[in-house]
């Protein structure tokens, strides 16, 4: 794969008991170490025009301000200091490389997975979040329908992008899907949310029980995000890769084994490739610094041919409950 990656993305000092900080790119780069054909690319920032596509002009300018005059709690989880604007920019910046690159066709061995921070899912048109500030796939999914016509984002992480589907559930022409705990931060994602006006439709959540494992994760997948991506048929699929799923991740009850990101990672690039789409990966939340690491390195050695251990396909009777509210609420019986 080819890894978006800068150092001033390190610059952003969380403080060391922040469960977000830079020791988790350290630690990504550390374990893609070991690994074959690894590849990193530095891109430019976003420009602040690009952010304003999908986020408030007068939001953007405070977070800049608030910034400049030294940062400090913007509220009581997320942290700015002086070197956070810059560090979001550059986050956003990588996103938009990594949609870039699929769409020039980096493609199987350099599929683009963009390593930046802060990161971006919880950021709402209006408001910093849940670690976040600019909506780093968001910028990267509304740049790219300058060359297409729909986008898909798909994002895996333990926690609802509020954020993400906040700025596009009205849209139409980007498709939101979130497969995340129910009832953990923030608090939202529903599964009876599923856009509104011309988004009607562009919105599917998967609230899943604590406790899902690999199987239940991709019976949901294959089960109800396949036939509705399917549908709306996109000409690219970002990924909101956070690796907060992961059975040893401190802050998550899911049971997500390091191998079923891989399952995860085979299944959404199965779906890209019927769409004849192609596939990138924007870094989201993950803060086992070990699950972290072993996560994304899976994710890259998928695309360099290595085959994960196979999941026993078993749902709980929650996972298929859900599954079938969810093949009803968008016409998929």
């Known amino acids: 794969m080819r890894f978006g990656y800068s150092e001033t993305c390190l610059e952003h000092d969380t403080g060391e008991r922040h469960p977000e900080t830079a020791d988790r790119l350290r630690a990504i780069k550390q374990g893609l170490t070991r690994k074959h054909g690894v590849e990193y690319v530095e891109s430019d920032p976003a420009a602040v025009e690009a952010v304003t596509a999908v986020h408030d002009a007068d939001y953007v300018e405070e977070v800049r301000e608030f910034c400049e005059t030294g940062g400090g709690n913007w509220d009581p989880d997320t942290v700015a200091v002086g070197e956070t604007w810059n560090a979001a920019l550059t986050s956003a910046g990588l996103a938009e490389w990594a949609?870039?690159?699929?769409?020039?066709?980096?493609?199987?061995?350099?599929?683009?997975?963009?390593?930046?921070?802060?990161?971006?899912?919880?950021?709402t048109v209006d408001e910093a979040m849940g670690f976040c500030f600019f909506n780093n796939?968001?910028?990267?999914?509304?740049?790219?329908?300058d060359t297409v016509?729909?986008?898909?984002?798909?994002?895996?992480?333990?926690h609802h992008g509020n954020g993400t589907q906040d700025i596009f559930e009205e849209q139409g022409d980007v498709f939101y899907a979130s497969l995340h705990e129910k009832g953990l931060y923030p608090?939202?994602?529903?599964?009876?949310?599923?856009?509104?006006?011309?988004?009607?439709?562009?919105?599917?959540?998967l609230p899943l029980p604590s406790g899902t494992d690999d199987g239940g994760y991709l019976y949901a997948i294959d089960e109800v995000?396949?036939?509705?991506?399917?549908?709306?048929?996109?000409?690219?699929?970002?990924?909101?890769?956070?690796?907060d799923a992961h059975r040893h991740d401190p802050i998550s009850r899911m049971r997500v084994s390091t191998d079923g990101f891989g399952h995860l990672t085979i299944a959404l690039r199965e779906i890209a490739e019927n769409a004849g789409a192609p596939i990138a990966f924007v870094l989201e939340g993950g803060y086992g610094l070990d699950t972290l690491s072993e996560g994304v390195a899976?994710?890259?050695?998928?695309f360099d041919g290595h085959t994960p251990v196979d999941p026993e396909i078993d749902p709980?009777?929650?996972?298929?409950?859900?599954?079938?509210?969810?093949?009803e609420r968008h016409d998929l019986e």
Do not use: Y
Request: hydrophobic share 45%; proline share 5%; aromatic share 4%.
């Open 298 to 302: 899976m994710v890259h050695e998928v």
């Open 99 to 123: 949609a870039e690159a699929a769409l020039a066709g980096e493609q199987g061995r350099k599929t683009p997975f963009s390593l930046g921070r802060p990161p971006g899912h919880h950021a």
């Open 137 to 145: 796939a968001a910028v990267a999914a509304e740049a790219a329908l």
């Open 225 to 243: 995000l396949d036939p509705v991506l399917e549908r709306f048929d996109p000409g690219l699929l970002l990924v909101s890769a956070g690796f």
């Open 187 to 205: 608090g939202t994602g529903e599964a009876a949310e599923i856009g509104s006006g011309e988004g009607e439709g562009t919105v599917c959540n």
């Open 316 to 327: 709980s009777e929650g996972v298929e409950e859900l599954v079938s509210d969810l093949r």
């Open 149 to 158: 016509d729909r986008v898909a984002i798909v994002d895996w992480d333990v």
